[in-house]
């Protein structure tokens, strides 16, 4: 195999760890600030993606069919804060675990009931539709790089609020001391409510930039969900960071494992987050 | 739900047991009682899809069946029909209690179904060598009249063998011998790339990589990034339906496309508009095209869009066929579904005059016919030649 070929799988394994960051963000913030475990994610994820193709039937753009969407799902996300997770701060992981498993057969079946059990597509905007040539045979098309752009910029929106913002302070000191921060005066209830709502945006979000490039499907939520969950493992629950490097290692060795090794394809992931968690047990970087 | 199945198994053992010694004394009177009478109908249990995407399919088969009993009258060997039609949704769990509906509580004679290959092998499994005739207007999973085959299981499709095999020894004729085989990674997809690695690889042709992706996941970035480095002679595929418009299109945005030629089977079927430009120059092999030029072809498209509005398609000659069937199948008993022994006789003996051509039924029940060779030209599927003539199915594991 040329070198090429591994430089082309490395960048599609970069633009796949970019994605994956962009819903494993979310699924940490939740679980690190919030300490809920939001098995619910990957339906946000697939919400996303079919509240996009819905929308971008109507209007007939991709664009806005996003710009719909988002508040749709953020409003979603405030919705089902208030009325179901909101009851479960004070309970056990196990209520959570199982609270956000009924959401995933809730939105499932919702799924199937609203748009049926078929596969759709999203056609790529004609505006981004183009390609980059890479060798004589491979082109590289444009929209792909349009999503790793999309991801970066969040990516870097992100880094700036937790970092730089007032909001952004709240939210890590709620997440290192509860009580302390209750105490300061600082209403946690509503910053709970918006660092959940917010984590379904992300995963929303990452779904209707993904319609595009990979296709809707029932159930394409939990396959990310599981996914989501290694990358949060590795990186350490509540980081970032973790969440950022955990995406890539496991976009990466996804994309090599599949084409490389096919027969093991499944397996390759799996293998990596033993070998991370045995090497440390906490995940990379602990917490954020 | 289970228990409930093997007791009314057992129940409906010691019927039929029982039955045959009555129908053995009485064969001569129950015929007779039907030509008096004249007027109880025939019954057509009917379990497709009909609802989701695959809506489309189902009613085409239903329409199409329709629409060839009705050109005969609205009359099976005589009787009149009464149809008593179910919503599969694609279900498989559902699919036994369904079957059971159409068995027990409707008594149908008959059963028309699957599109789904999953929902086909539960329905042979519980039907096998049961008091009713089962005919599969789509359903291609090879089992069906391979090792589940029986003499009251016929089908008027197609099986995944029959579709790929012609596909090797084509391919190797336009001289391309280097091949990247890339499919879903399900029964169906297995079976097809077997299939076509069957004929294949003896002839001199060799499997440069064998690539299953995931089903039903449309992500092929990685895996054309490695058809561009193997630079192979062509690609063979399985994908149909959406996931089939969206392979064609990302092929040729990964700028593949006219540099590695693509074949396939149900590639192009019914996705060749949807794909536009990416599907121009796509060739497969299938047992139908709407562009095959024969009489029965011309009249069949503009009776399908004259009684209902929609283009005709592959599912929709199926469920003609199957329409042909009942129709040879009944009037070789003059209409005494009693018969069973000779409906199933008369029914594998059928000709079917059918839009695809002429074919016959093998000894597992499944037609023996014509695989062509067709390519994307316009958007239509033009027929380019025919890779095998009167191919049957080995069915293998049947003891018929």
């Given at each position: 195999?040329?070198?090429?070929?591994?430089?082309?799988?490395?960048?599609?394994?970069?633009?796949y760890?970019?994605?994956?960051?962009?819903?494993?963000?979310?699924?940490?913030?939740?679980?690190?600030?919030?300490?809920?475990?939001?098995l619910?994610?990957?339906?946000?994820?697939?919400?996303?993606?079919?509240?996009?193709?819905?929308?971008?039937g109507?209007?007939?753009?991709?664009?806005?069919?996003?710009?719909?969407?988002?508040?749709?799902?953020?409003?979603?996300?405030?919705?089902?804060?208030?009325?179901?997770?909101?009851?479960?701060?004070?309970?056990?992981?196990?209520?959570?675990?199982?609270?956000?498993?009924?959401?995933?057969?809730?939105?499932?079946?919702?799924?199937?009931?609203?748009?049926?059990?078929?596969?759709?597509?999203?056609?790529?905007?004609?505006?981004?539709?183009?390609?980059?040539?890479?060798?004589?045979?491979?082109?590289?098309?444009?929209?792909?790089?349009?999503?790793?752009?999309v991801c970066?910029?969040?990516?870097?929106?992100?880094?700036?609020?937790?970092?730089?913002?007032?909001?952004g302070?709240?939210?890590?000191?709620?997440?290192?001391?509860?009580?302390?921060?209750?105490?300061?005066?600082?209403?946690i209830?509503?910053?709970?409510?918006?660092?959940?709502?917010?984590?379904?945006?992300?995963?929303?979000?990452?779904?209707m930039?993904?319609?595009?490039?990979?296709?809707?499907?029932?159930?394409?939520?939990?396959?990310?969900?599981?996914?989501?969950?290694?990358?949060?493992?590795?990186?350490?629950?509540?980081?970032?960071?973790?969440?950022?490097?955990?995406?890539?290692?496991?976009?990466?060795?996804?994309?090599?494992?599949?084409?490389?090794?096919?027969?093991?394809?499944?397996?390759?992931?799996?293998?990596?987050?033993?070998?991370?968690?045995?090497?440390?047990?906490?995940?990379?970087?602990?917490?954020? | 739900?289970?228990?409930?199945?093997?007791?009314?198994?057992?129940?409906?053992?010691?019927?039929?047991?029982?039955?045959?010694?009555v129908?053995?004394?009485?064969?001569?009177?129950?015929?007779?009682?039907?030509?008096?009478?004249?007027?109880?109908?025939?019954?057509?249990?009917?379990?497709?899809?009909?609802?989701?995407?695959?809506?489309?399919?189902?009613?085409?088969?239903l329409?199409?069946?329709?629409?060839?009993?009705?050109?005969?009258?609205?009359?099976?060997?005589?009787?009149?029909?009464e149809?008593?039609?179910?919503?599969?949704?694609?279900?498989?769990?559902?699919?036994?209690?369904?079957?059971?509906?159409?068995?027990?509580?409707?008594?149908?004679?008959?059963?028309?179904?699957?599109?789904?290959?999953?929902?086909?092998?539960?329905?042979?499994r519980?039907?096998?060598?049961?008091?009713?005739?089962?005919?599969?207007?789509?359903?291609?999973?090879?089992?069906?009249?391979?090792?589940?085959?029986?003499?009251?299981?016929?089908?008027?499709?197609?099986?995944?063998?029959?579709?790929?095999?012609?596909?090797?020894?084509?391919?190797?004729?336009?001289?391309?011998?280097?091949?990247?085989?890339?499919?879903?990674?399900?029964?169906?997809?297995?079976?097809?790339?077997?299939a076509?690695?069957?004929?294949?690889?003896?002839?001199?042709?060799?499997?440069?990589?064998?690539?299953?992706?995931?089903?039903?996941?449309?992500?092929?970035?990685?895996?054309?990034?490695?058809v561009?480095?193997?630079?192979?002679?062509?690609?063979?595929?399985?994908?149909?339906?959406?996931?089939?418009?969206?392979?064609?299109?990302?092929?040729?945005?990964?700028?593949?496309?006219?540099?590695?030629?693509?074949?396939?089977?149900?590639?192009?079927?019914?996705?060749?508009?949807?794909?536009?430009?990416?599907?121009?120059?796509?060739?497969?092999?299938?047992?139908?095209?709407?562009?095959?030029?024969?009489?029965?072809?011309?009249?069949?498209?503009?009776?399908?869009?004259?009684?209902?509005?929609?283009?005709?398609?592959?599912?929709?000659?199926?469920?003609?066929?199957?329409?042909?069937?009942?129709?040879?199948?009944?009037?070789?008993?003059?209409?005494?579904?009693?018969?069973?022994m000779?409906?199933?006789?008369?029914?594998?003996?059928?000709?079917?005059?059918?839009?695809?051509?002429?074919?016959?039924?093998?000894?597992?029940?499944?037609?023996?016919?014509?695989?062509?060779?067709?390519?994307?030209?316009?958007?239509?599927?033009?027929?380019?030649?025919?890779?095998?003539?009167?191919?049957?199915?080995?069915?293998?594991?049947?003891?018929?």
């Amino acid at each position: 195999m040329e070198f090429s070929f591994y430089l082309i799988q490395l960048l599609n394994g970069i633009q796949y760890g970019f994605l994956l960051f962009l819903v494993a963000s979310g699924l940490t913030l939740v679980f690190g600030i919030m300490d809920v475990i939001n098995l619910a994610h990957g339906s946000f994820y697939m919400i996303g993606a079919y509240l996009t193709f819905w929308l971008t039937g109507i209007f007939g753009s991709l664009f806005l069919g996003v710009v719909f969407a988002v508040p749709l799902a953020v409003a979603l996300g405030f919705v089902v804060e208030k009325l179901a997770i909101a009851y479960l701060y004070k309970k056990g992981h196990l209520h959570q675990v199982l609270l956000t498993y009924a959401l995933i057969l809730i939105f499932d079946e919702a799924q199937r009931f609203l748009w049926g059990n078929d596969s759709h597509g999203i056609d790529i905007p004609a505006v981004l539709s183009g390609s980059i040539p890479l060798t004589d045979v491979q082109v590289y098309p444009v929209y792909r790089l349009f999503v790793s752009f999309v991801c970066i910029v969040i990516g870097l929106g992100m880094f700036y609020v937790i970092q730089k913002t007032k909001l952004g302070m709240t939210i890590r000191a709620g997440a290192s001391n509860r009580e302390m921060t209750q105490a300061l005066g600082i209403n946690i209830e509503w910053l709970f409510t918006i660092v959940f709502s917010l984590g379904v945006g992300l995963a929303a979000f990452a779904g209707m930039i993904a319609a595009p490039i990979d296709s809707l499907y029932p159930g394409m939520g939990d396959n990310i969900l599981i996914i989501s969950l290694v990358v949060v493992v590795i990186g350490g629950i509540g980081s970032i960071k973790g969440a950022f490097v955990g995406a890539m290692i496991i976009g990466i060795s996804s994309i090599f494992g599949k084409t490389l090794f096919p027969d093991m394809a499944s397996i390759v992931v799996y293998a990596m987050m033993a070998a991370i968690l045995i090497w440390k047990p906490q995940g990379l970087f602990k917490s954020a | 739900m289970s228990k409930i199945f093997k007791k009314n198994m057992t129940r409906r053992e010691f019927v039929k047991t029982t039955s045959t010694a009555v129908a053995v004394t009485a064969v001569s009177s129950v015929i007779p009682t039907f030509a008096i009478g004249g007027v109880a109908p025939v019954k057509v249990g009917v379990l497709l899809p009909f609802t989701g995407t695959y809506a489309k399919l189902g009613s085409h088969i239903l329409d199409a069946m329709k629409m060839r009993i009705a050109q005969n009258g609205d009359k099976l060997g005589g009787r009149p029909v009464e149809y008593k039609v179910i919503d599969s949704e694609m279900n498989v769990p559902k699919s036994t209690q369904r079957v059971n509906k159409l068995v027990k509580k409707e008594k149908a004679d008959f059963i028309v179904g699957p599109v789904h290959s999953g929902i086909g092998i539960n329905m042979a499994r519980m039907l096998k060598d049961e008091n009713v005739t089962v005919i599969v207007p789509n359903a291609g999973a090879n089992q069906i009249t391979g090792e589940l085959c029986a003499p009251n299981i016929f089908r008027t499709s197609f099986t995944s063998w029959q579709t790929a095999y012609p596909a090797g020894p084509a391919m190797l004729k336009a001289g391309l011998k280097r091949v990247v085989l890339l499919y879903w990674n399900y029964a169906f997809g297995k079976q097809t790339a077997a299939a076509f690695t069957e004929s294949f690889v003896p002839g001199g042709g060799e499997i440069v990589a064998d690539m299953p992706t995931p089903f039903p996941k449309t992500e092929f970035q990685s895996f054309f990034t490695k058809v561009a480095a193997l630079k192979p002679d062509a690609v063979f595929t399985f994908y149909s339906g959406g996931g089939a418009i969206k392979f064609m299109k990302d092929y040729a945005a990964a700028g593949l496309q006219g540099k590695i030629p693509l074949w396939g089977t149900f590639l192009t079927e019914g996705t060749a508009k949807g794909a536009g430009a990416a599907a121009e120059g796509i060739k497969s092999t299938l047992h139908y095209s709407t562009e095959l030029d024969n009489p029965v072809n011309v009249k069949f498209k503009a009776d399908f869009k004259k009684a209902t509005g929609d283009d005709a398609d592959v599912f929709a000659i199926q469920g003609f066929d199957a329409g042909s069937l009942l129709i040879q199948g009944l009037d070789g008993v003059n209409g005494d579904t009693g018969a069973r022994m000779e409906l199933h006789n008369a029914m594998q003996s059928a000709k079917i005059d059918s839009p695809r051509g002429m074919f016959t039924f093998s000894k597992a029940n499944h037609p023996i016919q014509n695989i062509y060779l067709r390519e994307v030209q316009g958007g239509l599927n033009k027929v380019i030649g025919v890779a095998a003539e009167a191919l049957e199915d080995p069915a293998i594991g049947c003891k018929a």
